[in-house]
């Protein structure tokens, strides 16, 4: 089975502080998402990469950086945390580009952060 | 820019009763998902339907995909509490997105005695 893991579930942090979000993936999948759920909003893509060192800006990405290093691992950083980032974010891994099933997503537990 | 649109937004139904959920979208795709949230929860995978006519069913629940009219339904059977949960379907987007999907906005359901 695919494990997604996110570093933790929930987290408060004060205006101001750099906030970093960790995700990693067990399945050796080439692509990794992250998302933020707002009610009424749905999902929507902040960046995502297709490969190490790699990345790509999404639907939302001001705000927000991302650094992947290591095939396994992408990191989602507030480099300085605002309330209206305050949002239940999402990772997400699939498997490369160009596979039949590239696009099928697998979530990680989800983080909601709290930004006071 | 890609719009995938579900209603209803909002189901309240009883429990037996049948109903089902739209999904729509606004440009060509030939790959549709639907994906489960429960409450305080992540995503989890439904289904994937990987052509059009494609149907898959799973316990109560049957999905289908219509690609000429950019339209899948998810339809629900006998319904159960245990069915209680938000529905999402995302379509793959050939924009500046790459492979990353675009999600309608869910579908929350709540099935009642």
């Known amino acids: 089975d695919v494990k997604v893991t996110q570093s933790s579930r929930y987290l408060v942090k004060r205006t101001g502080e750099k906030v970093f979000l960790e995700c990693v993936q067990d399945?050796?999948?080439?692509?990794m998402f992250w998302y933020r759920q707002d009610p009424g909003l749905g999902l929507r893509l902040i960046y995502f990469?297709?490969?190490?060192?790699?990345?790509e800006k999404g639907d939302i990405p001001e705000g927000y950086s991302v650094s992947r290093e290591k095939k396994e691992r992408f990191s989602l950083i507030l480099e300085s945390a605002s309330t209206n980032q305050t949002s239940m974010y999402l990772c997400?891994?699939?498997?490369?580009?160009?596979?039949?099933?590239?696009?099928?997503?697998?979530f990680g537990p989800g983080t909601r952060l709290t930004v006071t | 820019e890609l719009k995938v649109e579900q209603n209803p937004l909002f189901l309240s139904m009883q429990e037996g009763k049948n109903y089902t959920i739209y999904c729509n979208y606004s440009?060509?795709?030939?790959?549709l998902y639907w994906y489960r949230q429960d409450p305080g929860k992540s995503l989890e995978s439904l289904f994937v339907?990987?052509?059009?006519?494609a149907v898959k069913q799973e316990g109560r629940l049957m999905a289908s995909l219509d690609t000429k009219a950019r339209l899948s339904t998810l339809h629900i059977t006998a319904a159960v509490h245990d069915l209680s949960a938000t529905y999402f379907c995302?379509?793959?987007?050939?924009?500046?997105?790459?492979?990353?999907?675009?999600f309608g906005k869910g579908t929350s359901l709540l099935v009642t005695p």
């Open positions: 997400a891994s699939s498997l490369w580009e160009g596979h039949p099933l590239s696009d099928e997503q697998y």
């Open positions: 399945m050796d999948h080439e692509n």
């Open positions: 990469s297709y490969d190490v060192k790699m990345k």
């Open positions: 440009t060509t795709s030939d790959r």
């Open positions: 339907l990987l052509s059009n006519g």
């Open positions: 995302a379509v793959i987007a050939n924009s500046n997105s790459g492979y990353a999907l675009n």
